[in-house]
T-cell receptor, first 110, second 114 residues
């Protein structure tokens, strides 16, 4: 089942912060975050694993609440380059397919 | 090194025709995935390959869709008797076949059915 992302869209000024949430009704092994710019391929940002380990981006942080099956992505001191659509992908097994949310469009303005 | 390569980048065809989409994964990546992205939508899982076998075909929307992978490398997604609702961007991704690996996406094939 597809995870639910919120908000659907957010507009930020450069330097502002934002939080993107992703929740699933199924138990998760991991949550993956990707960013996609218009007309381009999704680019991997980070993986959050059961037990709290994170793998990925230096400037973007995230959390994973296993009990609630929720993950949040934190955009801190946003830069223009952060603009794009952010997707969370949930994995019900330690490898294999991802179920992606509908995406959160982020627009960072000067 | 080279990333995931997909061809063609764009394909326009008439309703009812068959199409083949190709994916060349990153060398050494034994896991390969096909996803579909309709305009303004998220990514919809289609099929997952481990080597040449497909343990998860659960996302293929109908029996008009099929995929194969040969030599543990190149994969082909075939859509027979295309319909207008098949119009979308078809994305391929690959990863090492180990736990908790990021998936690396190609630029996709934009398929338009007239």
């Amino acid at each position: 089942q597809q995870p639910v992302q919120s908000p659907q869209a957010v507009i930020l000024r450069e330097g502002e912060d934002a939080v993107i949430n992703c929740s699933s009704s199924k138990a998760l092994y991991s949550v993956h975050w990707y960013r996609q710019k218009h007309g381009e391929a999704p680019v991997f940002l980070m993986i959050l694993l059961k037990g709290g380990e994170q793998k990925g981006h230096e400037k973007i942080s995230a959390s994973f609440n296993e009990k609630k099956q929720q993950s949040s992505l934190y955009l801190t001191a946003s830069q223009l380059s952060y603009s794009g659509t952010y997707f969370c992908g949930s994995a019900s097994y330690s490898w294999g397919k991802l179920q992606f949310g509908a995406g959160t469009q982020v627009v960072v303005t000067p | 090194g080279a990333g995931v390569s997909q061809s063609p980048s764009n394909k326009v065809t008439e309703k009812g025709k068959d199409v083949e989409l190709r994916c060349d994964p990153i060398s050494g990546h034994t896991a390969l995935y096909w996803y579909r992205q309709s305009l303004g939508q998220g990514l919809e899982f289609l099929i997952y390959f481990q080597g040449n076998s497909a343990p998860d075909k659960s996302g293929l929307p109908s029996d008009r869709f099929s995929a194969e992978r040969t030599g543990g490398s190149v994969s082909t997604l075939t859509i027979q008797r295309t319909q207008q609702e098949d119009s979308a961007v078809y994305l391929c991704a690959s990863s090492p076949d180990r736990e908790y690996q990021p998936q690396h996406f190609g630029d996709g094939t934009r398929l338009s059915i007239l």
